[in-house]
Antibody
Framework: EVQLVESGGGLVQPGGSLRLSCAAS????????MGWVRQTPGKGLEWVSW???????????SYEDSVKGRFTISRDNFKNTVYLQMNSLRAEDTSRYYC???????????WGQGILVTVSS | EIVLTQSPATLSLSPGERATLSCRAS??????LAWYQQKPGQAPRLLIY???NRATGIPARFSGSGSGTDFTLTISSLEPEDFAVYYC?????????FGGGTKVEIK
């Protein structure tokens, strides 16, 4: 079955860290770019980060400005998993985080069910 | 950053009616625009990419049009399962951004 399954969310104090994981199955993971998109409860969607698939040009990344320097996206093509390491977390990072598969033109054509991250003391 | 503005915020219609949703970009995104549908408690689903191409498995009643800065998603005849929130997203440049959404609700 083609799917993405996120894990690693939960409650963390401001300034703390959390690592989200997204396990992919049912497609050739290594060749696909992947991304993270978040959604504050009751609000809209916000793109967070993107990582390229395996290519001759090597690995590339991109981040939304508010998470640059705090979040790091990475992937393990042997485990078919993409990660989002989140450091220096702030209250405004509280959201449901979705893992999504990116097409060659960076649309998101497959989404996980999402995982909730709550930053609160 | 390219800002996407969706209108209206809410569209109240009856099943069988035609829905027309708008997405306006703050600068040209050429045809690099997608539409997503999100139902309560679910992840978004890709409907339209490259402004006018239906994604796999999307019914023909969904159509997209436009280029540059003005885009439209049309649902020709609303089915009960189409009442949801719809988002546009551009991929013309970094950062990728989404519009604020249009909620299509039952009148």
């Amino acid at each position: 079955e083609v799917q993405l399954v996120e894990s690693g969310g939960g409650l963390v104090q401001p300034g703390g860290s959390l690592r989200l994981s997204c396990a992919a199955s049912g497609f050739t993971f290594r060749s696909q770019a992947m991304g993270w998109v978040r959604q504050t409860p009751g609000k809209g969607l916000e793109w967070v980060s993107w990582i390229s698939g395996l290519s001759r040009g090597g690995e590339n990344w991109s981040y939304e400005d508010s998470v640059k320097g705090r979040f790091t996206i990475s992937r393990d093509n042997f485990k078919n998993t993409v990660y989002l390491q989140m450091n220096s977390l702030r209250a405004e990072d509280t959201s449901r985080y979705y893992c999504a598969r990116a097409t060659s033109t960076n649309y998101f054509d497959l989404w996980g069910q999402g995982i909730l991250v709550t930053v609160s003391s | 950053e390219i800002v996407l503005t969706q209108s209206p915020a809410t569209l109240s219609l009856s099943p069988g009616e035609r829905a027309t949703l708008s997405c306006r970009a703050s600068q040209s995104v050429s045809s690099s625009l997608a539409w997503y549908q999100q139902k309560p408690g679910q992840a978004p689903r890709l409907l339209i990419y490259d402004a006018s191409n239906r994604a796999t498995g999307i019914p023909a009643r969904f159509s997209g049009s436009g280029s540059g800065t003005d885009f439209t998603l049309t649902i020709s005849s609303l089915e009960p399962e189409d009442f949801a929130v719809y988002y546009c997203q551009h991929c013309s440049s970094w950062p990728l951004t989404f519009g604020g959404g249009t909620k299509v609700e039952i009148k």
